[in-house]
């Protein structure tokens, strides 16, 4: 018997699928999948649905030094290459990405922090990622597979802070170039990212702003200083210590987390402590 149209459209979109062999995972390096060639179907009146070609989409994970943040990798370029890395630390602020926006809407989401080639969302520590983790896949899945960058067109900047600059002494820009290729590319794996601030040459002070998983990480100050500081100190004599600075606003916030501790302290006894202090400066 012959098959009808519609059937016969079926059989050729289902002849062009075929198996392919790509990477999914660290824990499964190959697997096998079915992927069409996502077919353009010609239209015919007696489907009741406009055909929707299949669109895979492999979104990794990695954890990070800190417990609250989950770096996400889509395998695909996130920002435009040479872009400065862009962190949200509140839903009002992401006017200039609507994916920010919708993952502020996902109970439990902190910040959105933006890399090269991936997205680190940190949420509050009463927040579980079981709940979390879905909601976000689907989100970036979404936003990712319908071609358009996360950041609204002419939003981004390209990173400048470790470029060359002219009148630059020779220790900035020796300053510059390790943090560019030996101590960002660190950073970035741990879904956080740094940023020059300035080099005080009279106190031998290098000032750094750690940004993404890493600005709220309880081992941020072993990062600064047996990390950055130490590496800074071994190849250049000049560095005599690396601090870490906040913008206004997040100074506000370290001294209202001081306050708290602080109440906690008087009522709970000199052991309530939430957190060790880390060193900053404001500027």
């Given at each position: 018997?012959?098959?009808?149209?519609?059937?016969r459209?079926?059989?050729?979109?289902?002849?062009?699928?075929r198996p392919i062999t790509r990477p999914l995972s660290t824990t499964a390096p190959h697997q096998t999948l079915l992927l069409t060639s996502r077919p353009t179907a010609?239209?015919?009146?007696?489907?009741?649905?406009?055909?929707?070609?299949?669109?895979?989409?492999?979104?990794?994970?990695?954890?990070?030094?800190n417990p609250s943040a989950l770096k996400f990798l889509p395998g695909v370029s996130v920002l435009p290459s040479g872009a400065q890395s862009m962190e949200y630390l509140d839903g009002r602020e992401t006017h200039s990405s609507p994916l920010a926006r919708k993952l502020f809407s996902v109970d439990g989401v902190r910040s959105v922090f933006y890399g090269p080639d991936f997205i680190t969302v940190t949420k509050s520590e009463d927040a579980n990622w079981a709940h979390i983790k879905p909601e976000v896949f689907s989100l970036i899945t979404e936003a990712l597979?319908?071609?358009?960058?996360?950041?609204?067109?002419?939003?981004t900047v390209m990173a400048e802070d470790t470029a060359p600059q002219e009148g630059d002494s020779e220790v900035v820009a020796m300053i510059k170039e390790l943090l560019d290729t030996r101590i960002r590319p660190a950073i970035q794996e741990d879904?956080?990212?740094?940023?020059?601030?300035?080099?005080?040459?009279?106190?031998?002070?290098v000032k750094l702003k750690l940004r993404g998983a890493c600005r709220t990480c309880?081992?941020?100050t072993v990062t600064l200083k047996?990390?950055?500081?130490?590496?800074?100190?071994?190849?250049?004599?000049?560095?005599?210590?690396?601090?870490?600075?906040m913008d206004q606003e997040e100074e506000i916030a370290a001294k209202e987390f001081e306050k708290f501790e602080e109440?906690?302290?008087m009522a709970k006894g000199p052991q309530a402590t939430a957190s060790a202090p880390l060193d900053t400066v404001e500027v």
């Open positions: 018997m012959t098959p009808r149209p519609a059937m459209l079926l059989q050729r979109t289902f002849t062009s699928i010609p239209h015919h009146p007696k489907l009741l649905t406009p055909f929707c070609p299949f669109r895979s989409m492999f979104i990794q994970t990695e954890t990070t030094p597979n319908a071609g358009g960058s996360v950041v609204t067109v002419g939003e879904g956080g990212d740094i940023e020059f601030r300035g080099f005080d040459e009279g106190k031998g002070e309880d081992s941020s047996n990390g950055i500081e130490s590496m800074l100190m071994h190849y250049i004599e000049e560095v005599k210590t690396v601090t870490q600075v109440r906690l302290r």
